[in-house]
């Protein structure tokens, strides 16, 4: 999913209180939060240039997990970078002009390997959940803001493309933060650094249109479940939480619940045939809570997506939620246990190409594992070296997250 942005990007000076919370973060993680080359903010250190600062968390992480989390992340920007090249093509061009291979230009002149606003979504999701060790909404939203206003986890350094829904609900946030400020006698210098739980509980984030049924939040999905895979009712809970952020329509609330559910399936090490079962839904009913799945993500779930025709049959790779998932599950039933061909095909299915298959990657990343993934791909993927780091994190802080509740 992605537009030009309409507005261009406004720049402030870097505040004292921002350089006072770039000194207090924990200094192993440091290299998660936003940096800046100048004080004025005008260029922020893009996810390469701060590679060589990271370093491993303070534990051993098991293989296996690792292997799958660590898929699951490279498997959607592989996704992302390979369908940005024709994002918005219909399905009529790439019958002519197939994607084969990662490719540089096309419809946002990237090169090969860089990951449009998906990915850089998703590293901000994940950068929140590493730095709070928890699912804080407002966190996610600042990193948001700061990915739409500076660029921040951007493979160009700039947030160069952008969702109509997603837009609009940065600039709901931006004017509540103003209105809260004002309210509460926070400085707007202080508004990003907030992390008192009270205060927070009378900020409402959920800053996405009723009527957003658009893909822009299971795009970015893949952090969420990966963080809290070892407790499926709260990765499920929290899928959901992190889609109202921009999204507020049940329907994209729920398919990102039923999505979230298969890649903790998928981590948990459960079967291809369960993870595409119809009964996956009935089976982990208790992964849902109270709340069952809307009546269309259900049909998705009951496995609307086996159409052996594929695209002849109404598969369709557009904005729409529903459709999305549909498509994206498609993609997985039809791979033929092979990463690059799924992602072909998500692809080749032609318009929102870049997202069917980003949100391919992340469940098929996940279930086939990063040591599956081809290697003529993995190693043309920008910043990669910054992503795996960051899985360590996810999985380091997810399980420290659920010890500490347990
Ligand atoms: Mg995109």
Not at 89 to 109: A, C, E, F, H, M
Not at 131 to 146: G, I, N, P
Not at 163 to 178: C, H, P, S, V, Y
Not at 343 to 358: C, E, F, K, R, S
């Amino acid at each position: 999913m992605g537009s030009k942005p309409s507005s261009t990007a406004k720049v402030s000076p870097l505040s004292p209180s921002e350089k006072r919370g770039a000194q207090n973060i924990n200094p192993e993680k440091q290299w998660i939060n936003p940096q800046y080359h100048d004080d004025k903010r005008t260029k922020i250190k893009r996810p390469h240039e701060v590679e060589n600062e990271m370093c491993n968390p303070p534990m051993m992480i098991a293989r296996e997990v690792m292997n799958r989390v660590h898929g699951s992340m490279i498997g959607m920007a592989l996704g992302d970078t390979l369908g940005a090249s024709v994002e918005f093509r219909p399905r009529k061009y790439l019958l002519k002009n197939p994607v084969t291979d990662l490719q540089s230009g096309g419809t946002w002149g990237l090169q090969k390997g860089q990951f449009t606003d998906d990915t850089s979504m998703a590293l901000c999701l994940a950068s929140s959940l590493v730095t709070k060790s928890s699912f804080v909404a407002y966190d996610q939203l600042v990193r948001y803001k700061l990915w739409y206003r500076h660029g921040y986890m951007s493979s160009t350094g700039e947030c160069f493309d952008i969702g109509k829904a997603t837009r609009n609900a940065l600039e709901e946030f931006e004017r509540r933060q103003q209105k809260f400020a004002k309210e509460h006698n926070i400085s707007l210098d202080e508004i990003d650094h907030i992390d008192d739980p009270r205060l927070l509980k009378n900020f409402n984030t959920n800053c996405g249109g009723k009527q957003e049924a658009g893909n822009g939040a299971l795009m970015r999905l893949a952090p969420v479940p990966l963080f809290f895979h070892r407790d499926p009712e709260k990765a499920v809970h929290y899928s959901g939480e992190s889609c109202g952020t921009t999204h507020g329509h049940e329907k994209a609330y729920d398919a990102c619940r039923y999505y979230g559910a298969l890649i903790v399936a998928a981590l948990h090490g459960e079967s291809k045939e369960a993870l595409m079962s119809p009964e996956f839904y009935d089976k982990h009913r208790h992964w849902f809570g109270k709340k069952p799945l809307h009546d269309d993500v259900e049909a998705v779930a009951k496995g609307s997506y086996r159409k052996k025709e594929g695209y002849d049959d109404g598969i369709r790779g557009k904005g729409y939620i529903v459709t999305t998932l549909e498509a994206a599950l498609w993609a997985f039933w039809a791979d033929e246990n092979s990463f690059e061909k799924g992602a072909l095909l998500a692809v080749n299915l032609g318009d929102d190409t870049d997202t069917t298959a980003t949100i391919y990657g992340q469940l098929a990343g996940a279930f086939y594992g990063y040591n599956a993934l081809p290697k003529k791909w993995i190693h043309q993927i920008y910043a990669r070296r910054f992503i795996e780091y960051l899985s360590k994190w996810i999985v380091y802080e997810g399980d420290s997250f659920s010890k500490s509740k347990s």
